[in-house]
């Protein structure tokens, strides 16, 4: 700035006359108060300096941006004048093609009405023909919905897998059967074993009392003496547990399998670790505490004591010795005999035991084989006598012209019957099948083929119209007899409820008979007979050729076919009773020579005894084995005793 530049003059020519010599003082303060004079405007002249430059940069900066913005709408409205004439010339295109769509439309428009006006005069030509119509569709809706209020209300019948899938109950009947064997037999096989081998191990430990005595003298504390003979039973225990368990799953199952009446999937081995656990922990658990209480029981003794062979038990007076006139009449043998079986008493029970034990197995065994065996045959040959039932295709009142036709000559003595499947319902809420039987006439000829006797005395019970006659295992189930009310139930669950007139003898399935008329009192309707049962009057598989094949017969089943069938059911049991007879025989053996050997091995110095008393060996021997069979005998009648109770246990 040109004053800028003036005042800056000023001062440079002021400072040049302060440094001249020449001048006074007072011009200095004068000139210094004129320099600081100078200066200051020269401050405040150059703020002003840097005002003004920032304000003109602000105001090239703003002129920049206006600039920029103004281009940026000149742009958008170029932009926008660019899209209006787009528009516009769209907007003239879509006028031009909707004013030909309106055309075209209105073209149609007209085209329309004109059908509609045809539309309405073929209308008013043909509302006559179509009122008729609708009348005479009316007229047909009324009556299919007349027809339909007539049917009946639906009915829904639910069926298990006993009723549809074929042999599924005769496989779980059979399943049953094997089951209550199973839960049955085997605690005496337990049974008999735990005595055996808790016996055989106590008597082992008395063997060794000698070895004990010796430990005993050495120091050995009775808790190291008796966790030796722990560790050994627990070893044999273990490895006879684990012997046992894979040897009998791999042999009995698959005989068992193959018992089973159908065609099964190939047999698949699982092993339960926790049920051989169970085992050894069971058998462990009751072998150390046998070998512990014997063990203890010995080291009791002083070991001197224990080094000594075990002393004779003491003889006592027995009963049959107290009865003077009936002791005097027995030998010398048997008095031996009898005093030395109340001698060693807990061996005369284990031996009293084991044998009833394996006599009631073994006779078990046979009693279950002849009470399944012939069942069917007794079934269809003394209690059902017909040869073949037929099952009519329509329930009738009487055996018609058309049916005599196709019935004649193939079969003889045809009775009509009714039989239904009802329910009953047992004391534990369980439901149980059952078939009512009513025949056409309760006379001589239904007699013939139904013999309805008494179980008991085998005497005939005659249908009467005051009650029915039920068959045994109904009366069973619902804890019944005679002259009680009993009630079973159809597939509706509706109840009817009979007098019971009799029981009648019966082995497959349960039946309530009951005449015609006493049918009516109970149902409220007069029987339909659907079910002809006769005679073969030709072979039966040319018999049920033709019967079938003339539409009037849907389904036949023959009194051989049945029995058959009722035999095959419980033949695969045969197998069972067979294996369990071996066994219980291997037992009874296994159980005899174990406690005779032991019997023998306590006795050895009496037996010396009498050799050297001159006793031969026959009789040395008679010695040791009258006393095992007196108590073999005596098991034995026990077994025999108690098997009849436990076989009319399980049959029922």
Not at 8 to 14: L, W
Not at 160 to 167: L, P
Not at 192 to 206: E, F, Y
């Amino acid at each position: 700035m040109p004053l800028l530049h003036t005042l800056e003059t000023s001062i440079q020519a002021i400072n040049a006359k302060l440094q001249s010599a020449e001048i006074s003082e007072e011009e200095k303060t004068a000139l210094n108060q004129q320099l600081s004079a100078l200066k200051s405007q020269q401050e405040t002249l150059q703020q002003q300096q840097a005002q003004i430059t920032a304000g003109i940069q602000q105001i090239d900066e703003s002129i920049t941006s206006g600039r920029a913005e103004l281009e940026e709408a000149e742009k958008q409205i170029n932009d926008g004048l660019a899209k209006l004439d787009a528009a516009q010339k769209e907007l003239d295109s879509k006028k031009k093609s909707a004013n030909a769509e309106i055309a075209s439309a209105q073209v149609q428009i007209d085209s329309g009405r004109a059908e509609l006006e045809k539309g309405k005069q073929e209308l008013a030509a043909n509302e006559e023909e179509y009122n008729t119509q609708i009348k005479d569709a009316q007229i047909k809706i009324d009556d299919a919905q007349a027809e339909v209020n007539k049917i009946e209300e639906a009915k829904w019948y639910v069926f298990d897998r006993n009723d549809e899938v074929s042999g599924y109950k005769e496989l779980d009947t059979m399943y049953n059967q094997i089951a209550t064997i199973a839960n049955i037999i085997p605690l005496f096989f337990i049974l008999i074993i735990v005595l055996m081998t808790s016996n055989t191990m106590a008597r082992m430990i008395i063997e060794e009392r000698g070895e004990m005595g010796t430990f005993c003298s050495l120091g050995i504390s009775s808790g190291k003496i008796i966790f030796n003979y722990i560790l050994y039973v627990l070893s044999s225990t273990i490895i006879g547990c684990i012997i046992g368990y894979f040897a009998g799953t791999y042999i009995i199952p698959p005989l068992v399998y193959t018992c089973l009446p159908a065609n099964l999937p190939e047999l698949t081995y699982q092993y339960n670790a926790s049920i051989l656990s169970s085992c050894m922990l069971v058998a462990c658990i009751i072998m150390t505490a046998v070998t512990v209480v014997a063990c203890k029981k010995e080291l009791k003794n002083a070991q001197a004591t224990l080094l000594r062979p075990v002393a004779p038990k003491k003889g006592k007076k027995i009963l049959v010795e107290r009865i003077g006139f009936l002791w005097k009449r027995i030998s010398f043998s048997w008095k031996v005999t009898l005093r030395n079986i109340m001698r060693y008493k807990k061996r005369g029970v284990m031996t009293l035991i084991g044998t009833a034990g394996c006599t009631f197995i073994i006779l078990m065994g046979f009693a279950l084989k002849d009470s399944i065996n012939g069942v069917g045959d007794k079934q269809f040959t003394e209690i059902s006598k017909y040869d073949n039932m037929l099952v009519l295709d329509s329930s009738t009142d009487t055996i018609t012209e058309s049916l005599h036709s196709v019935l004649d000559g193939k079969i003889t003595d045809p009775i009509l019957i009714n039989q239904a499947a009802y329910d009953i319902i047992d004391k534990d809420e369980n439901t149980i099948d059952i078939y009512v039987i009513a025949p056409q006439n309760a006379d001589e000829s239904f007699y013939n083929y139904f013999n309805l006797r008494d179980q008991n005395h085998e005497e005939r019970i005659n249908l009467t119209d005051d009650g029915v006659i039920i068959t045994p295992k109904i009366a069973e189930k619902l804890d019944v007899k005679v002259g009680d009310e009993m009630s079973f139930y159809d597939s509706d669950g509706n109840e009817y409820k009979a007098k019971i007139t009799g029981i009648a003898e019966n082995y497959l399935s349960n039946y309530i008979y009951m005449t015609s008329n006493f049918y009516t009192q109970i149902f409220g309707e007069t029987p339909k007979y659907n079910i002809i049962v006769s005679k073969n009057a030709e072979d039966k598989n040319q018999l049920a050729n033709d019967l079938l094949s003339s539409g009037k017969i849907i389904s036949i089943n023959f009194a051989d076919d049945l029995m058959e069938k009722a035999n095959n059911e419980i033949q695969g049991l045969n197998n069972i009773v067979v294996l369990l007879v071996i066994v219980a025989s291997l037992l009874a053996f296994t159980v005899l020579y174990n406690l005779t050997s032991i019997n023998i091995s306590e006795r050895t110095r009496d037996i010396a005894t009498l050799k050297v008393l001159g006793f031969r060996d026959g009789e040395a021997n008679q010695y040791i084995y009258r006393e095992t069979m007196c108590i073999v005998i005596i098991g034995i009648i026990i077994g025999l005793a108690i098997t009849p109770f436990l076989h009319q246990l399980y049959l029922q």
